[in-house]
């Protein structure tokens, strides 16, 4: 998968959610304002104060989701013109992953989280790709079945920054874990990186992603 490819399935998941998300304010501003041409024609049909307060409460909540999924479009955007070498934030990528395909992961039944860190964890490399490493992940969790909750914390482990990967619900644990447990190595990432999803063993079921140079050749499985 080229990381053209990478980007297209993260933007396509993210246009389908927002698009979602502007259905919920139009269809509950629609509500909003019939509730109060109701009241404004004073025929005896009065809208209940708590009804009205609920619509106003979802718009403002798909408002919020909506601006927190352009942000992150944003940041895929600017991530693309990064350097191979980054700045990257791993703590942001994990959020900015579990809002831009948050849709396509639902399809097959897999939740995506993060543990609402803000503290950043840096890494010298590019965001881009480590977001394909997180979508090669997701990917293999699909091939078994899906079923599960991920979730996503950017960290120091030896003093190699990464991802933790925690497999922590869903009825198709045990596969999606034994899944991962023997695919130490990913797809071939850009020429020159590779991406290793090693457990953690004092902390089963966790993994802990990590992307480095290889000086040479893109590996592979």
């Known amino acids: 998968m080229t990381e053209s490819r990478c980007m297209a399935r993260l933007l396509a998941s993210a246009v389908h959610e927002l698009r979602n998300i ?73 959020h900015v992953f579990c809002l831009l395909y948050a849709r396509e992961a639902r399809s097959s039944k897999i939740t995506l989280q993060t543990d609402n860190g803000e503290d950043p964890v840096w890494a010298q490399f590019s965001p881009v790709i480590l977001l394909r490493a997180l979508l090669d992940v997701v990917d293999l969790c699909t091939s078994v079945g899906g079923q599960i909750s991920l979730r996503l914390s950017g ?31 990913l797809e071939g990432l850009r020429i020159g990186w590779r991406a290793k999803l090693m457990p953690w063993t004092s902390r089963e079921p966790r993994f802990f992603l990590t992307i480095s140079e290889t000086g040479g050749q893109a590996e592979t499985n």
């Open 22 to 94: 502007l259905a919920v304010v139009r269809e509950s501003t629609g509500l909003g304002i019939d509730l109060l041409d109701m009241e404004r024609k004073s025929t005896g049909a009065r809208p209940s104060g708590e009804r009205l307060h609920g619509v106003l409460e979802d718009s403002q909540k798909a408002v919020q989701q909506g601006a927190a999924l352009s942000d992150a479009m944003d940041y895929l955007a600017s991530a693309s013109e990064m350097e191979a070498k980054g700045p990257c934030d791993i703590t942001r990528v994990c």
């Open 155 to 185: 960290e120091r482990r030896d003093r190699h920054e990464g991802v933790v990967i925690e497999v922590f619900d869903g009825t198709n644990r045990e596969l999606v874990v034994s899944a991962l447990a023997s695919c130490p190595r």
